[in-house]
């Protein structure tokens, strides 16, 4: 079974960085794409950033793009969000999932969650 740990979470300030990392284990062939979503409470999880596996194909949120970039060490088993020019509403749990695709969704983010860690915080602010 799949298994995923995030690290890396804390606090910045406005326009700081952050990486957060994620260990995975138990990944198939069947896995195509890993990927990291954000929620804050009372809000629905926002799709971010996704990587095929396979390609190392990269797909972003508009929400982030040019700002947030995903990468994996696939030696490592670690998947890694590097977060640059961060904003206050960049605050929230973030989370590694497997991810699937989904004809028909959002266009933001076409992307369902199948299985994620417990999540590592980001708190921006001055």
């Known amino acids: 079974q799949v298994e995923l740990v995030e690290s890396g979470g804390g606090s910045v300030q406005p326009g700081g960085s952050l990486r957060l990392s994620c260990m995975f284990s138990?990944?198939?062939?069947?896995?195509?794409?890993l990927a990291w979503f954000r929620q804050v409470p009372g809000k629905e999880r926002e799709g971010l950033a996704l990587?095929?596996?396979?390609?190392?194909?990269?797909f972003y949120n508009d929400s982030v793009k040019g700002r947030f970039t995903i990468s994996r060490d696939g030696a490592k088993k670690t998947l890694y969000l590097q977060m640059d020019r961060m904003e206050p509403s960049d605050t929230a749990m973030y989370y590694c999932?497997?991810?699937?695709?989904?004809?028909?969704?959002?266009?933001?983010?076409?992307?369902?969650?199948?299985?994620w860690g417990q999540g590592t915080q980001v708190t921006v602010s001055a």
């Open positions: 999932a497997t991810a699937t695709y989904v004809s028909g969704g959002p266009p933001a983010f076409p992307y369902e969650f199948n299985t």
């Open positions: 990587i095929y596996l396979a390609s190392d194909i990269t």
């Open positions: 138990g990944v198939t062939p069947s896995t195509f794409s």
